[in-house]
């Protein structure tokens, strides 16, 4: 029998199969692990939201249950193939030096973000997906795991028998420690791997990162093995697409392995911190919210079976969702100590507050909050000269993008300037102190260029525009105007990374003055800034 | 008079109250507001202010009459300084008014300021201004002017000759409760001339007192050098050989220092148009005490040398 004979179609409760041979233990192992995530594919691909968080979640489940040190850990987050590379050079290299020092070796290789044509897509650069494989079938460690998070990813398992099957399980006959290639991806080759608002990733690596967590756990050895994990993400993932827009989303595998021992992922035997929802705790799926509003586990709970998940100490909302409600509470995972949750802890509150960040907002909206410069400068020159000088100006944006309508950006911003003025009567020189107030509001519609990168914006603005003036004469009394200018404005941004970017804008404003005379003005604002989204 | 000075919130609040455009930003405004006389541009200036026991008579004679001279030039200065501080309520092309306004005193009249531009002439500014009163009610045919003024640039909007008419006989007649003011009780009217367009500046001032008064006119001429010198001719009482009082004129001038003279003339023969006579004459140091001093009628102290005049 081939190793890529070894393959076996099980049913559900074949991982257990596992159990019988004695798994492999994490410490028995230096592991290694490459782990990136890239929101970026380049052009025409959309960014992607959570394949940077993904990795996150991902690498810090190795280090802190996977036996992974931090130091040969390589995280990589929306970088460049270049960067790719390099870290995969620098691991195999310490894996040579651990494999001259006797001892037995493992890397663990994921990437989450755009696949498209073969190809990996860590921002503008490529990877090609065959040379991955190459790179892996030729590797020095005893155990390479590919764990591919990506759409069309399956076609990384193509040539290889790749399965779409709810576990697999190695043939054991004994403790022989395993040595080969395993290759995980979390579509199949004609699917696309979906993210969710509602879960705050993608719903492969979600549950992957809870299955290794230990809802995985099905042995009840406070093991997870790797058929253990990838049994449960299939399950969750297909069960949790088939309703979705694009379709159920079929996770596939292939391996080439000698030896006939299973592979222990995460082993938290040792480890008490966590949470234990106890055997008597309603049945259900119960989501822990991490500070920053994902989910960073979920635990699925059958009625009368108790559960345990281990989770770094910190605060955690707890959410429970029922048919018109939800359970929240929340709840502090001391330090070394395992919190066992109590129902009484939960009450109850409308889905509006449910704590997962984006479960309430349209795909892709999102706040910010800009500081920014302005210059402002009429276009007649007697009004330039002698009424309303040009003025500098600080302003404070706030925009809300694709929130009422996916392209569509509207903002409120604030600005207030001031500069020294002259007027010139009769050959008497009134010098004065210039000072401006506006109110704006603008809608705008964006379009975005370079994977999301670049964006330009041309909408319609209205600002209730204060200016006054003080004269260092002070028997001529202080003069004001407000009034509401339409205009419109027109503007590039550019984001510098995922929460911050810079942008520019131009704005031409028509002003009727009306003191004197009714005049029609116009005038144009250049404004530059920063801009951070939440 | 409300304060002219606008704050950070005082802006906001008003921009929020507009709900639309609004404000008084004007150049056109500042060019009403520069043509209007300020205190100091008829002032009467004399460096010394000081007196003693012991100062010299005309000298304190002429400290009286700056300060009256004075005294009228605030009270017109004031009358007129109500539209620098206020937004007009209308404009319309090369007019402004502001008002009416009703009286604080008497709530039966009210007032306006009316001030117009002339177009004659691109580079000078020339307007006329008035300030008026009508009964509460009454239409524009009804409003009586109270002042009247005019004012015409040279070199700058705020250097030029201007005239101001305080017509309180006209105002009288009109019904309004004039004579409850002491200071325009017995007053017909009262015309005044300004030039600060170039040194030296000047201003008269003509008092016109009704018939019954006691006295029936009153002249004030002030000059200003630039150096901080200046004179004033103006009324006062001498008497003749026999001691029998004249109306009388003195002739101050005084330097930058304070240090001056004044003449006292009258013409004791009134046969004799223009025949003046010396009724005395004082010269002062800048410690305001004689340093000469003649009288017609009296014992002469000091030299004549140590004049400066």
């Known amino acids: ?534 | 008079m409300t304060s002219s000075r606008l704050g950070p919130w005082t802006l906001v609040l008003l921009g929020a109250t507009c709900a639309g455009a609004c404000g008084n930003y004007s150049n056109e405004d500042l060019d009403f507001q520069l043509a209007l006389p300020q205190r100091s541009d008829m002032e009467a200036k004399m460096q010394l202010s000081v007196t003693r026991v012991d100062s010299a008579e005309y000298y304190l004679a002429t400290r009286k009459a700056i300060t009256s001279f004075n005294t009228v030039v605030v009270d017109l200065v004031s009358l007129i300084e109500f539209v620098r501080g206020q937004s007009p309520t209308s404009r319309n092309g090369a007019q402004r008014v502001w008002g009416p306004f009703p009286s604080d005193k008497y709530p039966d009249w009210e007032f306006r300021v009316v001030m117009e531009r002339s177009t004659a002439s691109p580079e000078l500014l020339h307007m006329d201004y008035w300030i008026q009163v009508r009964p509460v009610g009454q239409g524009d045919s009804a409003w009586v002017s109270f002042l009247v003024g005019n004012y015409t640039s040279h070199g700058s909007a705020r250097t030029g000759t201007g005239e101001i008419h305080l017509l309180a006989n006209e105002t009288r007649a009109a019904g309004y409760p004039v004579d409850d003011d002491p200071g325009l009780a017995n007053l017909d009217h009262l015309d005044v001339t300004y030039n600060n367009a170039a040194y030296p500046f000047s201003v008269t001032m003509d008092i016109v007192y009704l018939p019954a008064a006691a006295a029936q006119t009153a002249h004030y001429q002030y000059l200003q050098a630039q150096d901080g010198s200046g004179s004033m001719v103006f009324n006062w009482q001498g008497v003749t050989d026999t001691g029998t009082p004249i109306p009388a004129t003195m002739q101050a001038q005084w330097l930058g220092s304070g240090a001056g003279r004044a003449d006292l003339t009258a013409d004791l023969t009134p046969n004799l148009p223009n025949q003046s006579t010396t009724l005395g004459t004082d010269c002062w140091g800048v410690d305001t005490v004689a340093t000469y001093s003649y009288r017609r009628q009296g014992p002469t102290s000091g030299t004549a040398a140590s004049c400066l005049f």
């Open chain 1, 1 to 534: 029998m081939t190793p890529s004979q070894t393959i076996a179609r099980a049913g559900p409760l074949l991982a257990a199969l596992a159990l019988a041979t004695g798994p492999a233990s994490a410490a028995a192992q230096h592991r290694f692990a490459l782990v990136a995530g890239n929101d970026r594919g380049g052009a025409d691909t959309r960014p992607l939201r959570y394949a940077a968080e993904d990795a996150r979640k991902v690498s810090a489940v190795l280090t802190q249950l996977g036996g992974v040190a931090q130091d040969d850990v390589a995280l990589l987050l929306n970088q460049s193939s270049g960067e790719f590379w390099r870290a995969l050079g620098g691991l195999e290299s310490r894996i040579a030096q651990a494999r001259q020092r006797g001892e037995r070796t493992l890397l663990v290789l994921y990437y989450s973000g755009h696949a498209k044509d073969g190809e990996l897509r860590l921002g503008e650069t490529r990877v090609r997906l065959d040379d991955v494989k190459s790179r892996l079938l030729g590797g020095q460690a005893d155990i390479r795991i590919g764990v591919f998070d990506s759409c069309h990813a399956g076609a990384v398992n193509r040539t290889k028998g790749a399965r779409r099957a709810p576990a697999f399980a190695i043939e054991a006959a004994g403790s022989e420690e395993a040595r080969g290639l395993v290759m995980l991806s979390s579509a199949s080759a004609d699917e696309d791997a979906q993210e969710s608002d509602e879960i705050g990733g993608s719903y492969f690596s979600h549950y992957l990162v809870s299955g290794l967590r230990g809802d995985a756990d099905r042995s009840r050895d406070r093991r997870v093995t790797l058929s253990e994990a990838y049994a449960y993400a299939y399950a969750r993932t297909v069960a949790d697409t088939a309703e979705s827009a694009a379709g159920a989303q079929h996770p596939t595998f292939s391996y080439d392995l000698k030896g006939n021992a299973d592979l222990v992922l995460t082993d938290f035997a040792s480890r008490s911190e966590g949470i234990y929802v106890p055997g008597d705790a309603p049945a259900g799926i119960y989501y822990f919210v991490d500070g920053n509003g994902f989910i960073a586990a979920e635990i699925q709970k059958p009625a009368g079976g108790d559960r345990q998940l281990a989770l770094p100490a910190g605060r955690y909302q707890v959410r429970r969702r029922l048919a018109d409600r939800l359970r929240i509470g929340e709840i502090r995972i001391a330090s070394g100590q395992l919190f066992t949750l109590d129902e009484a802890r939960l009450r109850d509150a409308p889905f509006s507050d449910d704590p997962v960040k984006g479960a309430q907002r349209e795909e892709s909206a999102r706040v910010s909050l800009a500081l920014g410069g302005a210059v402002q400068s009429f276009f007649d020159g007697p009004t330039r000269d002698g009424l309303f000088p040009p003025t500098g100006m600080l302003g404070l944006d706030f925009e809300l993008r694709d929130f009422f309508r996916r392209g569509w950006i509207w903002g409120l911003d604030f600005a207030s300037g001031g500069t020294r003025g002259e007027v010139d009567r009769y050959g008497t020189l009134l010098p004065f102190r210039f000072s401006e107030l506006t109110a704006g509001t603008t809608l705008a519609a964006e379009w975005r260029f370079g994977e999301g990168r670049l964006s330009a914006s041309l909408g319609l603005r209205l600002a209730f525009v204060v200016m006054s003036r003080k004269f260092d004469d002070t028997t001529v009394p202080d003069q004001f105007f407000a009034t509401f200018t339409p205009g419109l404005v027109g503007g590039l941004r550019y984001r510098l990374s995922r929460s911050l970017s810079a942008f520019g804008r131009g704005r031409v404003h028509y002003l009727l003055y009306n003191v004197d005379e009714n005049r029609s003005l116009g005038y144009w604002e250049l404004c530059a800034g920063v801009a951070y989204d939440f």
